[in-house]
Protein backbone atom coordinates (compact mmCIF):
# COMPACT_ATOMS: atom_id res chain seq x y z
CA UNK A 1 0.00 0.00 0.00
CA UNK A 2 1.22 3.77 -0.99
CA UNK A 3 0.31 6.52 0.79
CA UNK A 4 -1.12 9.34 -0.97
CA UNK A 5 -0.49 13.04 -0.91
CA UNK A 6 -2.85 15.80 -1.04
CA UNK A 7 -0.87 16.34 -4.61
CA UNK A 8 -3.02 12.79 -5.95
CA UNK A 9 -6.07 14.08 -4.54
CA UNK A 10 -7.29 17.13 -6.91
CA UNK A 11 -10.00 16.69 -8.53
CA UNK A 12 -8.05 17.47 -11.98
CA UNK A 13 -5.14 15.26 -12.06
CA UNK A 14 -3.41 17.27 -15.13
CA UNK A 15 -3.25 20.56 -12.21
CA UNK A 16 -0.98 21.38 -9.98
CA UNK A 17 -2.54 22.59 -6.72
CA UNK A 18 -1.80 26.04 -5.72
CA UNK A 19 -0.44 26.92 -1.88
CA UNK A 20 -1.69 29.25 0.10
CA UNK A 21 1.34 29.75 2.93
CA UNK A 22 0.52 31.00 6.29
CA UNK A 23 3.30 31.95 9.18
CA UNK A 24 3.32 31.74 13.02
CA UNK A 25 4.21 34.09 15.31
CA UNK A 26 4.40 32.01 18.52
CA UNK A 27 4.36 34.62 21.52
CA UNK A 28 7.98 34.20 22.70
CA UNK A 29 9.30 35.09 18.85
CA UNK A 30 10.23 37.68 16.76
CA UNK A 31 8.14 39.05 13.83
CA UNK A 32 11.81 38.72 12.15
CA UNK A 33 11.96 34.67 13.31
CA UNK A 34 8.24 34.30 12.19
CA UNK A 35 9.57 35.92 8.77
CA UNK A 36 12.76 33.52 8.66
CA UNK A 37 10.82 30.18 9.33
CA UNK A 38 8.11 31.58 6.41
CA UNK A 39 10.65 32.16 3.82
CA UNK A 40 11.83 28.86 4.72
CA UNK A 41 8.54 27.22 4.24
CA UNK A 42 8.12 28.84 0.70
CA UNK A 43 11.35 27.46 0.18
CA UNK A 44 10.53 23.81 1.08
CA UNK A 45 6.97 24.35 -0.86
CA UNK A 46 9.39 25.32 -3.91
CA UNK A 47 11.59 22.00 -3.24
CA UNK A 48 8.11 20.24 -3.44
CA UNK A 49 7.16 21.72 -7.02
CA UNK A 50 3.97 23.18 -6.03
CA UNK A 51 2.80 26.75 -7.38
CA UNK A 52 2.29 29.79 -4.44
CA UNK A 53 -0.96 31.67 -4.86
CA UNK A 54 -0.34 34.07 -1.41
CA UNK A 55 0.78 34.36 2.44
CA UNK A 56 -0.16 35.45 5.61
CA UNK A 57 1.05 35.93 8.97
CA UNK A 58 -0.66 34.93 11.97
CA UNK A 59 0.31 36.29 15.56
CA UNK A 60 -0.40 34.06 18.63
CA UNK A 61 -0.86 35.72 21.52
CA UNK A 62 -2.40 32.62 23.46
CA UNK A 63 -2.89 28.73 22.01
CA UNK A 64 -5.68 28.16 20.61
CA UNK A 65 -6.53 24.40 21.17
CA UNK A 66 -8.92 24.46 18.08
CA UNK A 67 -6.69 26.09 15.52
CA UNK A 68 -3.38 26.91 17.04
CA UNK A 69 -4.55 30.67 16.07
CA UNK A 70 -7.81 32.27 16.87
CA UNK A 71 -10.88 31.44 15.35
CA UNK A 72 -10.98 35.07 13.41
CA UNK A 73 -7.43 35.08 12.46
CA UNK A 74 -8.99 31.29 10.82
CA UNK A 75 -11.61 32.88 9.31
CA UNK A 76 -9.11 35.62 7.76
CA UNK A 77 -6.99 32.98 6.85
CA UNK A 78 -9.65 31.36 4.99
CA UNK A 79 -10.90 34.33 3.21
CA UNK A 80 -7.42 35.40 1.88
CA UNK A 81 -7.07 31.66 0.50
CA UNK A 82 -10.12 31.32 -1.72
CA UNK A 83 -9.67 35.31 -2.57
CA UNK A 84 -6.15 34.02 -4.20
CA UNK A 85 -7.44 30.53 -5.93
CA UNK A 86 -5.56 28.15 -3.49
CA UNK A 87 -6.75 24.45 -3.34
CA UNK A 88 -4.15 24.03 0.04
CA UNK A 89 -3.64 25.63 2.97
CA UNK A 90 -0.25 24.97 4.41
CA UNK A 91 0.49 26.07 8.10
CA UNK A 92 4.12 26.41 9.07
CA UNK A 93 3.60 24.65 12.57
CA UNK A 94 2.61 20.92 13.83
CA UNK A 95 -0.82 20.47 13.40
CA UNK A 96 -2.80 17.95 15.33
CA UNK A 97 -5.10 15.52 13.71
CA UNK A 98 -7.88 17.83 15.87
CA UNK A 99 -6.66 21.22 14.13
CA UNK A 100 -6.18 19.67 10.78
CA UNK A 101 -9.89 18.32 10.55
CA UNK A 102 -10.91 22.02 11.78
CA UNK A 103 -9.50 23.92 9.42
CA UNK A 104 -10.36 21.62 6.43
CA UNK A 105 -14.46 21.67 7.95
CA UNK A 106 -14.23 25.46 8.14
CA UNK A 107 -12.58 25.80 5.01
CA UNK A 108 -13.31 22.89 2.75
CA UNK A 109 -9.74 23.11 1.09
CA UNK A 110 -6.73 20.79 2.11
CA UNK A 111 -5.33 21.90 5.28
CA UNK A 112 -1.58 20.55 5.68
CA UNK A 113 1.54 21.57 8.05
CA UNK A 114 4.83 22.14 8.03
CA UNK A 115 5.62 18.24 8.77
CA UNK A 116 3.74 16.66 5.87
CA UNK A 117 5.54 19.02 3.34
CA UNK A 118 9.02 17.59 4.76
CA UNK A 119 7.56 14.04 4.51
CA UNK A 120 6.44 14.67 1.09
CA UNK A 121 9.92 15.97 -0.04
CA UNK A 122 11.38 13.01 1.62
CA UNK A 123 9.37 10.57 -0.50
CA UNK A 124 9.76 12.41 -3.43
CA UNK A 125 13.65 12.36 -3.20
CA UNK A 126 13.95 8.50 -1.58
CA UNK A 127 16.33 6.65 -3.68
CA UNK A 128 17.35 3.64 -2.15
CA UNK A 129 14.98 0.96 -0.75
CA UNK A 130 15.72 1.51 2.87
CA UNK A 131 15.16 5.29 2.42
CA UNK A 132 12.32 4.60 0.47
CA UNK A 133 10.59 2.30 3.04
CA UNK A 134 11.65 4.83 5.87
CA UNK A 135 9.32 7.20 4.39
CA UNK A 136 6.28 5.11 3.88
CA UNK A 137 6.82 3.91 7.49
CA UNK A 138 6.92 7.85 8.81
CA UNK A 139 4.04 8.88 6.37
CA UNK A 140 1.66 6.20 7.49
CA UNK A 141 2.18 6.58 11.12
CA UNK A 142 2.05 10.25 10.10
CA UNK A 143 -1.67 9.13 8.79
CA UNK A 144 -3.16 6.78 11.14
CA UNK A 145 -4.52 8.96 13.63
CA UNK A 146 -5.13 11.45 10.67
CA UNK A 147 -7.85 8.77 8.93
CA UNK A 148 -11.03 11.17 9.93
CA UNK A 149 -10.08 14.18 8.09
CA UNK A 150 -11.47 15.23 4.63
CA UNK A 151 -8.02 14.20 3.00
CA UNK A 152 -6.71 11.18 3.66
CA UNK A 153 -3.72 10.75 1.77
CA UNK A 154 -4.19 7.05 2.01
CA UNK A 155 -5.45 4.89 -1.28
CA UNK A 156 -7.58 1.68 -1.40
CA UNK A 157 -5.46 -1.02 -0.81
CA UNK A 158 -5.84 -3.27 -4.05
CA UNK A 159 -3.91 -6.55 -4.59
CA UNK A 160 -1.83 -6.69 -1.41
CA UNK A 161 -0.81 -10.06 -0.79
CA UNK A 162 -3.74 -11.81 1.23
CA UNK A 163 -6.18 -9.50 0.27
CA UNK A 164 -8.35 -7.64 2.33
CA UNK A 165 -11.13 -10.06 1.88
CA UNK A 166 -14.83 -8.80 2.23
CA UNK A 167 -16.03 -5.95 4.26
CA UNK A 168 -17.63 -7.41 8.11
CA UNK A 169 -21.47 -6.38 7.75
CA UNK A 170 -21.84 -3.20 9.71
CA UNK A 171 -18.25 -2.75 8.99
CA UNK A 172 -17.41 1.10 8.93
CA UNK A 173 -14.83 2.33 5.96
CA UNK A 174 -12.79 3.80 9.03
CA UNK A 175 -12.44 0.96 10.54
CA UNK A 176 -11.03 -0.79 7.54
CA UNK A 177 -9.15 1.97 6.86
CA UNK A 178 -7.58 2.02 10.14
CA UNK A 179 -6.88 -2.22 10.00
CA UNK A 180 -5.04 -1.48 6.30
CA UNK A 181 -2.67 1.30 7.79
CA UNK A 182 -1.67 -0.51 10.77
CA UNK A 183 -1.07 -3.49 8.61
CA UNK A 184 1.01 -1.39 6.39
CA UNK A 185 2.98 -0.41 9.50
CA UNK A 186 3.45 -3.68 10.73
CA UNK A 187 5.01 -5.17 7.10
CA UNK A 188 6.89 -1.73 6.72
CA UNK A 189 8.46 -2.89 10.10
CA UNK A 190 9.35 -6.35 9.35
CA UNK A 191 11.01 -4.99 5.69
CA UNK A 192 13.04 -2.20 7.91
CA UNK A 193 14.31 -4.57 10.06
CA UNK A 194 15.93 -6.95 6.99
CA UNK A 195 17.58 -3.89 5.12
CA UNK A 196 18.57 -2.55 8.79
CA UNK A 197 20.25 -5.85 9.08
CA UNK A 198 22.37 -5.85 6.13
CA UNK A 199 22.81 -2.76 6.86
CA UNK A 200 24.73 -3.86 10.15
CA UNK A 201 26.18 -6.27 8.64
CA UNK A 202 28.12 -3.47 6.41
CA UNK A 203 28.78 -1.50 9.07
CA UNK A 204 30.31 -4.07 11.41
CA UNK A 205 32.85 -5.01 8.30
CA UNK A 206 33.29 -1.36 8.09
CA UNK A 207 34.26 -0.97 11.39
CA UNK A 208 36.01 -3.87 11.76
CA UNK A 209 39.14 -1.94 9.11
CA UNK A 210 40.82 0.04 11.53
CA UNK A 211 39.85 3.54 9.75
CA UNK A 212 39.01 6.22 11.53
CA UNK A 213 35.17 7.83 10.75
CA UNK A 214 34.00 11.60 10.65
CA UNK A 215 30.45 12.29 9.73
CA UNK A 216 29.49 15.22 7.78
CA UNK A 217 26.73 17.27 9.35
CA UNK A 218 24.87 20.44 8.81
CA UNK A 219 21.39 22.25 8.01
CA UNK A 220 20.21 21.37 4.52
CA UNK A 221 21.83 22.77 1.15
CA UNK A 222 24.69 24.05 3.36
CA UNK A 223 26.94 22.15 0.78
CA UNK A 224 27.48 18.83 2.94
CA UNK A 225 27.78 16.93 -0.42
CA UNK A 226 29.79 19.58 -2.22
CA UNK A 227 32.17 19.17 0.04
CA UNK A 228 32.58 15.32 0.29
CA UNK A 229 33.14 15.71 -3.89
CA UNK A 230 35.44 17.97 -3.25
CA UNK A 231 37.67 16.45 -0.74
CA UNK A 232 37.14 12.67 -2.29
CA UNK A 233 36.74 13.34 -5.65
CA UNK A 234 33.45 11.53 -5.64
CA UNK A 235 30.26 12.03 -7.94
CA UNK A 236 27.69 12.63 -5.11
CA UNK A 237 24.13 13.92 -6.40
CA UNK A 238 24.60 17.96 -5.54
CA UNK A 239 21.64 20.28 -6.02
CA UNK A 240 20.72 23.79 -4.76
CA UNK A 241 17.47 22.21 -3.46
CA UNK A 242 16.86 21.34 -0.02
CA UNK A 243 17.15 17.91 0.72
CA UNK A 244 19.30 16.37 -1.89
CA UNK A 245 20.58 13.66 -0.23
CA UNK A 246 18.73 11.18 1.90
CA UNK A 247 20.89 8.37 1.90
CA UNK A 248 24.12 8.27 3.84
CA UNK A 249 27.70 8.25 1.26
CA UNK A 250 30.60 6.55 2.47
CA UNK A 251 33.67 7.52 0.76
CA UNK A 252 37.60 6.88 1.72
CA UNK A 253 40.06 10.39 2.07
CA UNK A 254 44.02 9.64 1.86
CA UNK A 255 45.08 12.33 5.03
CA UNK A 256 48.86 14.05 4.63
CA UNK A 257 50.85 11.20 6.42
CA UNK A 258 49.36 8.49 4.88
CA UNK A 259 46.29 8.67 7.60
CA UNK A 260 42.97 7.39 6.11
CA UNK A 261 39.56 8.42 6.90
CA UNK A 262 36.24 7.65 6.37
CA UNK A 263 33.81 10.09 5.32
CA UNK A 264 30.03 9.95 5.72
CA UNK A 265 27.20 12.40 4.08
CA UNK A 266 24.27 12.27 5.92
CA UNK A 267 20.69 13.79 5.48
CA UNK A 268 20.52 17.21 6.38
CA UNK A 269 18.64 19.09 9.32
CA UNK A 270 15.82 21.59 9.58
CA UNK A 271 14.55 23.70 11.97
CA UNK A 272 11.11 21.76 12.92
CA UNK A 273 12.39 18.44 11.93
CA UNK A 274 9.44 15.96 12.18
CA UNK A 275 10.67 13.47 15.30
CA UNK A 276 8.83 11.06 12.77
CA UNK A 277 11.46 11.66 10.38
CA UNK A 278 14.26 11.33 13.57
CA UNK A 279 12.58 7.78 14.49
CA UNK A 280 12.23 6.43 10.52
CA UNK A 281 16.38 7.66 9.95
CA UNK A 282 17.78 6.52 13.29
CA UNK A 283 19.62 3.55 11.32
CA UNK A 284 21.07 6.30 9.12
CA UNK A 285 21.61 8.83 11.59
CA UNK A 286 23.44 5.60 13.44
CA UNK A 287 26.36 6.80 11.29
CA UNK A 288 26.59 10.19 12.74
CA UNK A 289 26.53 8.60 16.46
CA UNK A 290 29.32 5.91 15.60
CA UNK A 291 31.97 8.48 14.13
CA UNK A 292 35.19 9.27 15.69
CA UNK A 293 34.44 12.66 15.15
CA UNK A 294 31.93 15.29 13.70
CA UNK A 295 32.48 17.95 10.72
CA UNK A 296 29.70 20.29 10.86
CA UNK A 297 29.27 22.30 8.12
CA UNK A 298 27.59 25.93 7.74
CA UNK A 299 26.27 27.81 4.82
CA UNK A 300 28.30 31.02 5.60
CA UNK A 301 26.63 33.42 3.10
CA UNK A 302 23.23 32.53 4.70
CA UNK A 303 21.03 35.09 6.67
CA UNK A 304 20.11 32.36 9.56
CA UNK A 305 23.75 31.03 10.61
CA UNK A 306 22.90 30.96 14.44
CA UNK A 307 19.45 29.39 13.63
CA UNK A 308 20.87 26.50 11.69
CA UNK A 309 23.94 25.65 13.67
CA UNK A 310 21.83 25.38 16.55
CA UNK A 311 19.45 23.14 14.70
CA UNK A 312 21.96 20.93 14.07
CA UNK A 313 23.41 20.88 17.64
CA UNK A 314 19.65 19.75 18.63
CA UNK A 315 19.19 17.42 16.58
CA UNK A 316 22.95 15.93 17.18
CA UNK A 317 21.82 16.05 21.34
CA UNK A 318 18.34 14.00 20.13
CA UNK A 319 20.45 11.39 18.51
CA UNK A 320 23.26 11.07 20.88
CA UNK A 321 26.08 12.86 19.49
CA UNK A 322 26.43 15.59 21.14
CA UNK A 323 29.47 15.19 23.17
CA UNK A 324 31.46 14.07 19.57
CA UNK A 325 34.58 16.15 18.91
CA UNK A 326 33.38 18.88 16.31
CA UNK A 327 34.89 20.42 13.26
CA UNK A 328 33.49 23.95 12.41
CA UNK A 329 33.39 24.41 8.52
CA UNK A 330 32.23 27.67 7.08
CA UNK A 331 31.33 27.04 3.33
CA UNK A 332 30.17 28.51 0.64
CA UNK A 333 32.77 31.47 2.06
CA UNK A 334 33.36 32.82 -2.03
CA UNK A 335 30.02 34.07 -1.55
CA UNK A 336 31.14 36.53 1.36
CA UNK A 337 32.62 39.39 -0.39
CA UNK A 338 32.42 41.86 2.42
CA UNK A 339 35.56 41.63 4.24
CA UNK A 340 33.22 43.06 7.56
CA UNK A 341 31.23 40.56 7.17
CA UNK A 342 34.03 37.94 6.71
CA UNK A 343 35.43 39.07 9.93
CA UNK A 344 32.12 38.97 11.67
CA UNK A 345 31.93 35.42 11.20
CA UNK A 346 35.62 35.10 12.07
CA UNK A 347 34.31 36.51 15.79
CA UNK A 348 31.43 34.52 15.81
CA UNK A 349 33.33 31.46 15.33
CA UNK A 350 36.51 31.72 15.63
CA UNK A 351 37.75 28.32 15.56
CA UNK A 352 35.96 27.60 12.53
CA UNK A 353 37.60 27.01 8.96
CA UNK A 354 36.22 29.38 6.69
CA UNK A 355 36.25 27.30 2.47
CA UNK A 356 34.73 26.98 -0.43
CA UNK A 357 34.03 23.41 -1.56
CA UNK A 358 33.72 25.13 -5.41
CA UNK A 359 36.39 27.52 -5.66
CA UNK A 360 38.54 25.17 -3.04
CA UNK A 361 39.59 28.53 -0.99
CA UNK A 362 40.38 27.00 2.70
CA UNK A 363 41.14 23.29 1.41
CA UNK A 364 44.30 23.01 2.30
CA UNK A 365 43.82 24.22 5.72
CA UNK A 366 40.64 21.90 5.66
CA UNK A 367 42.78 18.84 5.08
CA UNK A 368 45.32 20.05 7.87
CA UNK A 369 43.04 20.14 10.11
CA UNK A 370 41.18 16.74 9.51
CA UNK A 371 44.51 14.89 9.37
CA UNK A 372 45.18 16.89 13.25
CA UNK A 373 41.29 16.19 14.22
CA UNK A 374 41.51 12.52 13.12
CA UNK A 375 45.03 12.29 15.38
CA UNK A 376 43.62 13.72 18.57
CA UNK A 377 40.58 11.68 18.38
CA UNK A 378 42.80 8.51 18.77
CA UNK A 379 44.09 6.91 21.98
CA UNK A 380 47.90 6.88 22.63
CA UNK A 381 49.11 3.07 22.99
CA UNK A 382 52.54 1.88 23.67
CA UNK A 383 52.75 -1.69 21.59
CA UNK A 384 56.01 -4.16 20.70
CA UNK A 385 55.26 -5.68 17.20
CA UNK A 386 57.37 -8.46 16.58
CA UNK A 387 59.69 -8.64 13.79
CA UNK A 388 57.49 -11.63 12.24
CA UNK A 389 54.05 -9.99 12.38
CA UNK A 390 54.79 -6.90 9.25
CA UNK A 391 51.16 -7.53 8.36
CA UNK A 392 50.61 -5.72 11.91
CA UNK A 393 52.69 -3.51 11.03
CA UNK A 394 51.04 -2.22 7.60
CA UNK A 395 47.58 -2.28 9.53
CA UNK A 396 49.54 0.76 12.16
CA UNK A 397 50.99 2.34 9.04
CA UNK A 398 48.16 2.99 7.45
CA UNK A 399 45.69 3.45 10.14
CA UNK A 400 47.37 5.07 13.06
CA UNK A 401 49.68 8.06 13.81
CA UNK A 402 53.23 6.94 14.34
CA UNK A 403 54.69 9.71 17.40
CA UNK A 404 57.56 7.13 17.78
CA UNK A 405 59.46 3.84 17.08
CA UNK A 406 62.64 1.95 17.45
CA UNK A 407 63.45 -1.32 16.44
CA UNK A 408 65.34 -3.50 18.20
CA UNK A 409 65.26 -7.76 18.80
CA UNK A 410 62.58 -8.32 20.44
CA UNK A 411 60.68 -6.56 17.84
CA UNK A 412 59.67 -2.85 17.04
CA UNK A 413 58.42 -0.57 20.14
CA UNK A 414 56.14 2.06 18.96
CA UNK A 415 54.25 4.61 20.41
CA UNK A 416 51.21 5.28 18.49
CA UNK A 417 47.52 7.50 18.26
CA UNK A 418 45.27 4.65 17.50
CA UNK A 419 41.20 5.07 16.49
CA UNK A 420 38.80 3.67 18.78
CA UNK A 421 38.02 0.56 16.16
CA UNK A 422 41.95 -0.36 15.77
CA UNK A 423 42.80 -0.79 19.28
CA UNK A 424 41.20 -4.45 19.94
CA UNK A 425 43.84 -5.35 16.59
CA UNK A 426 47.04 -4.17 18.61
CA UNK A 427 45.65 -5.05 22.46
CA UNK A 428 47.53 -8.02 22.74
CA UNK A 429 50.81 -6.29 21.22
CA UNK A 430 50.54 -3.72 24.30
CA UNK A 431 53.84 -3.47 26.66
CA UNK A 432 56.00 -0.69 28.25
CA UNK A 433 58.26 -3.80 28.96
CA UNK A 434 61.57 -2.76 28.10
CA UNK A 435 60.53 0.67 26.74
CA UNK A 436 62.22 2.51 29.30
CA UNK A 437 65.92 0.44 28.46
CA UNK A 438 65.30 1.40 24.50
CA UNK A 439 64.51 4.82 25.44
CA UNK A 440 61.54 5.12 23.59
CA UNK A 441 59.12 6.32 25.70
Not at 212 to 240: D, F, H, R
Not at 266 to 295: C, M, N, Q
Not at 400 to 421: H, I, T, W
Request: charged letters at 25%; proline letters at 3%.
Amino acid sequence: MKTRSYLDESDDQTRIPTAFLVGIQHQNASIEEAEEMLAELSELVDTLGLPKAGSAMARIRSLNPAFITGSGKADEVVELAKAAGADVIIIDDFLTPAQQRNWEKLSDLAVIDRQEVILDIFAARAQTNEATLQIALAQANYALPRLKRKWTHLNRQRGMAGGLGGRAEGEQQLEIDSRQIRNQIAKLKSQLSEVRKQRDIQRSKRLRKPVPVAAIVGYTNAGKSSLLNTLTQASVLTENKLFATLDPTVRRLELPGGLELLLTDTVGFIRKLPHLLIEAFKSTLEETRLADYIIEVIDASGSNITEHHQTTQNVLEEIGAGHKPTLLVLNKIDLVSDALTRRRLANLYPDAIAISAKTGEGMEELIAQLAQQTTAVMNQMQVLIPHTRYDIMKIIRKQCSVDSEKYAEEGVFMQLRVPENCQKVLAEFLTTKNAEKHELF
